[in-house]
T-cell receptor, first 111, second 115 residues
Framework: EDKVVQSPLSLVVHEGDTVTLNCSYE??????LLWYKQEKKAPTFLFMLTSSGIEKKSGRLSSILDKKELFSILNITATQTGDSAVYLC???????????FGQGTTLQVKP | GAGVSQSPSNKVTEKGKDVELRCDPISGHTALYWYRQSLGQGLEFLIYFQGNSAPDKSGLPSDRFSAERTGGSVSTLTIQRTQQEDSAVYLCASSFDRRSSYEQYFGPGTRLTVT
């Protein structure tokens, strides 16, 4: 059965800290791995990763994929209170493009 | 441009009633997905549309759930004879094309509460 596991499930840090969120997966016919940030209802897209070893960056956020070890990490440097959210990892497989989500990591950044 | 929109934003219904949830995808997006997020849970795939057809309905939890899409645009998710376990946030997402991009853009969701 396809599955995505994220760790830790929750994390509390202080502003300025650096955090690393983990995502491991087992899925047949892997196509891509995506990271989303969910603050209220709608998850907002962060990154899509398809190739191993190529880091994607957007400001203080970065992510990388390891297709051999079947995992990805999401790094956030110099965290701010606005980074507080649930971070969701998802993978796509087969031809439908449906997303298979992990449980999410709840990040709280304290002032 | 306009993003994915969903209506209603909140719906409270009595057990046993039918409900309809609506999704308007981003204009030009041919692929449309429905997901469900129960309290404290991750997102769970329900059904996928490519145009007006649904090649993958594998996530629909029971035959009380159905969905349709018309004109390659608006989609409606219908839940018949609602049960308390149907209470969740129902999220819709769309993408330009399932082959060219898997960047799915989500709507704000409909929070369904069955009393």
């Amino acid at each position: 059965e396809d599955k995505v596991v994220q760790s830790p499930l929750s994390l509390v840090v202080h502003e300025g800290d650096t955090v690393t969120l983990n995502c491991s997966y087992e899925v047949t016919n892997f196509r891509s791995l995506l990271w989303y940030k969910q603050e209220k209802k709608a998850p907002t897209f962060l990154f899509m990763l398809t190739s191993s070893g190529i880091e994607k960056k957007s400001g203080r956020l970065s992510s990388i994929l390891d297709k051999k070890e079947l995992f990805s990490i999401l790094n956030i440097t110099a965290t701010q209170t606005g980074d507080s959210a649930v971070y969701l990892c998802a993978v796509t497989s087969s031809n439908t493009g449906k997303l298979i989500f992990g449980q999410g990591t709840t990040l709280q950044v304290k002032p | 441009g306009a993003g994915v929109s969903q209506s209603p934003s909140n719906k409270v219904t009595e057990k046993g009633k039918d409900v309809e949830l609506r999704c308007d995808p981003i204009s030009g997006h041919t692929a449309l997905y429905w997901y469900r997020q129960s309290l404290g849970q991750g997102l769970e795939f329900l059904i996928y549309f490519q145009g007006n057809s649904a090649p993958d309905k594998s996530g629909l939890p029971s035959d009380r759930f159905s969905a349709e899409r018309t004109g390659g645009s608006v989609s409606t998710l219908t839940i018949q004879r609602t049960q308390q376990e149907d209470s969740a946030v129902y999220l819709c997402a769309s993408s330009f094309d399932r082959r060219s991009s898997y960047e799915q853009y989500f709507g704000p969701g409909t929070r369904l509460t069955v009393t």
